[in-house]
T-cell receptor
């Protein structure tokens, strides 16, 4: 069965600090997809990044970077020089390949990490 | 830009009422989803639909039903609302295939009294 664990329930940092949000996943499939979403206080989830299981290249987008390691089943998210606007709940999610392999097309979410960036 | 809209941001209903939550997307997406979000539990899938009139149960379908008569609209129905259905309800849509990201609506905060 698929599972996503975000062990950090809440993190609080001071502006300009770097912060890493952890995500550990479980799946029996060899082909799967990992996602990060941001949920600001307004409530609407915003897609940040997608990674497929065959692409272990790390990704950097501005102050955001993602580290995907299949060996440890982790897909961690780092915010460099955090800002108050980064305050949100961040979700990691997993989707496997196709229904006939026993999975489904649904997205399995972790429980989220609430990040608070204080000025 | 993809837009997913939900009929209400806040809703207050009484126990036993039949409740309809509506979701509309404007990008011709095949797949649509209903989640509920509760503190400490994250997002849990209630139902999803992969085509018009097609639906599949998610993790917590009990007490809910859905309707998808048109591709752009996916309705969540609480047949007889109960207080334990007080929650934030999120609708999402996606083009076909698990590779693609889901686009979410702003959510409906439902309170059942």
């Amino acid at each position: 069965a698929q599972k996503v664990t975000q062990a950090q329930t809440e993190i609080s940092v001071v502006e300009k600090e770097d912060v890493t949000l952890d995500c550990v996943y479980e799946t029996r499939d060899t082909t799967y997809y990992l996602f990060w979403y941001k949920q600001p206080p307004s409530g609407e989830l915003v897609f940040l990044i997608r990674r497929n299981s065959f692409d272990e290249q790390n990704e950097i987008s501005g102050r955001y970077s993602w580290n995907f390691q299949k060996s440890t089943s982790s897909f961690n998210f780092t915010i460099t020089a955090s800002q108050v606007v980064d305050s949100a709940v961040y979700f990691c999610a997993l989707s496997d390949e196709v229904p006939y392999q026993g999975g489904s097309e649904k997205l399995v979410f972790g429980k989220g990490t609430k990040l608070t960036v204080n000025p | 830009d993809v837009k997913v809209t939900q009929s209400s941001r806040y809703l207050v209903k009484r126990t036993g009422e039949k409740v309809f939550l509506e979701c509309v997307q404007d990008m011709d997406h095949e797949n649509m989803f209903w989640y509920r979000q509760d503190p400490g539990l994250g997002l849990r899938l209630i139902y999803f639909s992969y085509d018009v009139k097609m639906k599949e149960k998610g993790d917590i379908p009990e007490g809910y039903s859905v309707s998808r008569e048109k591709k752009e609209r996916f309705s969540l129905i609480l047949e007889s609302a109960s207080t334990n259905q007080t929650s934030m309800y999120l609708c999402a849509s996606r083009t076909g295939g698990p590779f693609y990201e889901q686009y979410f609506g702003p959510g409906t905060r439902l309170t059942v009294t």
